[in-house]
């Protein structure tokens, strides 16, 4: 072990952990104004994105699609808050657990549930599947296979939006796994050094397929890692929507403003599998059940009823998702798989 006497840095992790850290309990508070009308403008969004991942997990369960499909329930407050902070032509791009994060831009679910089903009325023509959601007209950059090599080309896109002289953001969603990967660290060099409007957001669920972060990360605060590379960091929990709403948007203003990237470490649980075909058995039903209990989506429910809102409009809500997704499931069942002919198009750029 070196010492500081040799010269050297002595290292600063002494002891590892090993467990994953356990959400704390936020008191549930009444919010009023402006925040009560955003807070149920969200909760509709997340509600919408977990009964579509609902939806989604039924039809694969049912054999309607196959391949890769990772869910983003338990997530959806980091999205939802987060993709709050932006305008409609801000950018985004995201990793292989999208589906939350494109219907949050506002691509149709029923074009969504159509590329699961592969269908031609698909977002990218029933050619991508769950992981390659993909919209030039939202700004939505993908859905990616790859860990992390999207964090390289989020750079790219907050290159372009300089270059171009436009005042967009770009955020860029990936988990802490794709952390350790070496386009991560080249995409945050070069955000830093360019000063591009990127924000960098780490959705912290602790597991990287079965792999806890405490058997992955040499550090546990990947928001340390802009220190290197001279870049804004934060790190907090994505249980409170509201909250990742006003935490995000406060480094958009600032990156918008000129002021640079910013890598933002968001604290958050899946309640499913990494994917459809995982049983999860690396994890305790005890921590399941804890972080179950810390709901994002039944935090924002609660706070509503708390800050007057009548539990009609909420039922309201639930039933106009519920009518959006049968409309859209019925639209991809009915709609038409790809010809043959559709192999040779598409594969290189006219
Ligand atoms: C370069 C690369 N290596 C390995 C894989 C296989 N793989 C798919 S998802 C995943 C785990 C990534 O975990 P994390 O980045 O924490 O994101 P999460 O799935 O938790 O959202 C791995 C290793 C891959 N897709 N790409």
């Not at 171009?164 to 945050?188: S, T, Y």
């Not at 209990?293 to 039933?319: F, H, N, Q, V």
Request: proline share 4%; aromatic share 8%.
């Amino acid at each position: 072990m070196p010492t500081a006497d040799q010269g050297v840095l002595l290292r600063t992790v002494k002891e590892r952990s090993h467990s994953i850290p356990l959400p704390e309990e936020i008191p549930i508070k009444k919010v009023q104004g402006n925040d009560r009308d955003l807070l149920l403008k969200m909760y509709g969004e997340m509600l919408m994105i977990r009964r579509f991942e609902e939806t989604a997990a039924k039809a694969y369960a049912q054999g309607k699609f196959g391949g890769f499909c990772h869910l983003y329930i338990g997530q959806e407050a980091v999205g939802v808050g987060a993709l709050n902070a932006l305008r409609e032509d801000d950018y985004v791009v995201s990793t292989y657990r999208d589906h939350g994060h494109a219907l949050q831009r506002g691509l149709d679910p029923a074009a969504l549930l159509a590329e699961l089903l592969g269908k031609k009325t698909g977002i990218v023509q029933g050619k991508g599947g769950s992981m390659h959601f993909f919209s030039k007209e939202k700004n939505f950059m993908g859905g990616h296979g790859i860990v992390g090599g999207h964090v390289a080309l989020a750079s790219g896109i907050g290159w372009s939006i300089r270059y171009n002289k436009k005042d967009n953001v770009c955020i860029c969603f990936f988990g802490e796994g794709a952390a350790n990967i070496g386009a991560f660290h080249e995409g945050l060099n070069l955000a830093s050094l360019w000063n591009l409007p990127v924000i960098f957001i780490c959705e912290n669920n602790h597991y990287s397929m079965g792999t806890p972060e405490y058997r992955s990360l040499s550090v546990a605060d990947v928001s340390i890692r802009a220190v290197a590379y001279d870049m804004a960091r934060d790190h907090f929990s994505g249980g409170d929507v509201l909250d990742v709403e006003q935490k995000v948007k406060k480094y958009v203003d600032a990156a918008r403003a000129g002021e640079g990237p910013a890598l933002l470490e968001i604290s958050t649980y899946r309640f499913r599998g990494h994917s459809m075909s995982d049983p999860a058995k690396y994890r305790t039903k005890d921590e399941v059940e804890t972080y179950k209990k810390m709901d994002p989506l039944r935090r924002a429910y609660d706070t509503l009823m708390e800050s007057g809102i009548p539990e009609k409009d909420l039922a309201r809500m639930e039933s106009e998702v519920s009518h959006t997704l049968e409309q859209a499931m019925e639209f991809a069942e009915k709609s038409e798989a790809p010809p043959p002919s559709d192999l040779y198009t598409d594969v290189y750029a006219p």
